[in-house]
Nanobody, 125 residues
Framework: VQLQAYGGGLVQAGGSLRLSCAASGRRFSGYAMGWFRQAPGKEREFLSAILWSAGSAYYEDSVKGRFTISRDNAKNTAYLQMNALKPEDTAVYYC??????????WGEGKDMDYWGKGTQVTVSS
């Protein structure tokens, strides 16, 4: 599976962005999808995950209530809708795919089968 995240950009605090993660290659629908971010000088941070059936979604506390993950298996695409953005949300955002969602491992950025190239999100104050 090849993943490509896009949709980043510059937005003012309080604004919104929707990131997309396009997948190609093997069957996309069989994978759990996740979003991560990495700010300068910081470790990569887990944000959200959605299972292959799109029936269950999980969020890091820092984005719960502001970010919404979704997926469209027919389009081989996962999304991250980001609302009420804050300057501290500034980071490179990555999508990833894994055969199984394991909260403890995904929370550490481990056990992912595929990573996409990131997209920069900059939130100005």
């Amino acid at each position: 599976v090849q993943l490509q995240a896009y949709g980043g950009g510059l937005v003012q605090a309080g604004g919104s962005l929707r990131l997309s993660c396009a997948a190609s290659g093997r069957r996309f629908s069989g994978y759990a999808m996740g979003w991560f971010r990495q700010a300068p000088g910081k470790e990569r941070e887990f944000l959200s995950a959605i299972l292959w059936s799109a029936g269950s979604a999980y969020y890091e506390d820092s984005v719960k209530g502001r970010f919404t993950i979704s997926r469209d298996n027919a389009k081989n695409t996962a999304y991250l809708q980001m609302n009420a953005l804050k300057p501290e949300d500034t980071a490179v955002y990555y999508c990833a795919a894994g055969s199984h969602y394991i909260a403890r491992l995904w929370g550490e950025g481990k056990d992912m089968d595929y990573w996409g190239k990131g997209t920069q999100v900059t939130v100005s104050s």
